[in-house]
């Protein structure tokens, strides 16, 4: 089985939607027209991805769903029950079901569903669309190594796959689903420096994109700690050193670890949530 053999849809019209399908359709690992993105009913949100990219949409389920061969569940987690409620009818034992939704078990989904169906929990970023996702993956009860090495097929066309077990998803989600965030902020704090010291916003942002990605390039290609990477930037009485200072000093690194594990404990919330439902 491959990928040019499925049709594909997404339950769910939101931000990581458009963020794997412009990825997808970037990449051209499927035809465009394999692809269908269906929701309640939200025709103008639908509209707009129509325009945007030259895939098909629906608000009928049962059209959806029978017509497709994966499911991806992409709609909010609270709403999860609800939507497999109604999909529940029409989904068969020969679907694949991949899941991006955060704090969301492969079993608690195989509950909501009577098919025996693979279930396949997926956490990419929103970096997908730009084919630089940081995806981990985790089978299910009903998942077999060939529905697995599809899912990595399949997410692989937008960015890495990292296959790990289930109960280490919620630390995934946590750090990688939540890190393109992290970034930013950070950026943003940096880009306010740069400006309110005369740069430009273009040139800031040039000069931390580039540094961003070498400094992402030289840790991939060191055994050494993060620690000794960047003590080596410091001179005694230096610029770096002075920036650390103020970083120790309001224990920003500290900060930002707790930011780090309050999402994961979010994760883990919101899945025990559901196993009470």
Request: some cysteine.
């Amino acid at each position: 089985m491959t990928l040019a053999d499925q049709a594909i849809t997404f339950i769910g019209a939101g931000a990581m939607t458009e963020a794997i399908v412009s990825g997808l359709v970037a990449n051209n690992r499927v035809n465009s027209g394999q692809i269908t993105v269906m929701n309640k009913n939200n025709g103008e949100r639908l509209e707009e991805l129509e325009k945007n990219y030259p895939i098909q949409t629906t608000t009928n389920k049962q059209q959806a769903v029978e017509r497709s061969h994966l499911l991806i569940l992409a709609m909010k987690p609270k709403d999860v029950g609800d939507a497999l409620e109604r999909l529940q009818p029409f989904i068969r034992a020969d679907h694949v079901i991949f899941s991006v939704l955060a704090g969301t078990t492969t079993g608690y989904i195989s509950s909501l569903i009577e098919a025996e169906c693979p279930v396949i929990r997926v956490m990419p970023n929103t970096s997908a669309n730009v084919g630089a996702s940081a995806s981990a993956i985790s089978g299910g009860q009903f998942a077999a190594d060939k529905d697995v090495d599809l899912a990595a097929s399949l997410f692989s066309s937008i960015g890495s796959v990292t296959i790990v077990p289930e109960e280490k998803m919620d630390s995934v989600t946590g750090i990688s689903g939540s890190g393109p965030a992290y970034f930013y902020y950070l950026l943003e704090g940096l880009q306010t420096a740069a400006v309110d010291a005369g740069l430009t916003e273009e040139d800031a942002k040039a000069l931390l994109i580039q540094t961003m990605q070498g400094a992402a390039k030289r840790w991939s290609q060191t055994s050494r700690p993060l620690q000794s990477l960047y003590e080596e930037v410091m001179s005694p009485g230096g610029t770096t050193e002075a920036a650390f200072s103020v970083l120790r000093k309001h224990s920003v690194q500290e900060h930002v670890t707790g930011g780090a594990k309050a999402a994961i404990a979010q994760s883990e919330k919101l899945g025990k949530v559901k196993k009470h439902v």
